[in-house]
């Protein structure tokens, strides 16, 4: 299984930035994916998620609105859109992965993830 984040930089404060991360080697039917970020010195905290299978979404109060999360199932690609970002978004964001059809209140939970991709920094500053 490999994930490969990518799309992270420097984005101005209401600008708009879009994440991907390619999936290869799962058993999508049944995967979850997921985005984390993390800052210095601070636990992986949860921000999006997709069911691979019927699109359903999850987000986290504050990313709701600003951030969508969606998947291409003919690209195995997951995206985050990230739409006036502000500087406390500011983090390495990381895309995640499990394929046991986690139940919802587990979605938010790093350890329901066994597979991570590599990060990608991103820098919200003026």
């Known amino acids: 299984v490999q994930l490969q984040a990518s799309g992270g930089g420097l984005v101005q404060p209401g600008g708009s930035l879009r994440l991907s991360c390619a999936a290869s080697g799962l058993a999508f039917r049944s995967s979850t994916l997921a985005w984390f970020r993390q800052t210095p010195g601070k636990e992986r905290t949860f921000v999006a998620a997709?069911?691979?299978?019927?699109?359903?979404?999850y987000r986290t109060d504050s990313a709701k609105g600003r951030f969508t999360v969606s998947r291409d199932t003919a690209k195995n690609t997951l995206y985050l859109q990230m739409i006036n970002p502000e500087p406390e978004d500011t983090a390495v964001y990381y895309c995640?992965?499990?394929?046991?059809?986690?139940?919802?209140?587990?979605?938010?939970?790093?350890?329901?993830?066994?597979?991570w991709g590599q990060g990608t920094l991103v820098t919200v500053s003026s």
């Open positions: 995640a992965a499990e394929t046991r059809g986690a139940i919802l209140s587990s979605l938010q939970h790093v350890k329901t993830y066994a597979y």
């Open positions: 997709v069911r691979w299978t019927g699109a359903s979404t």
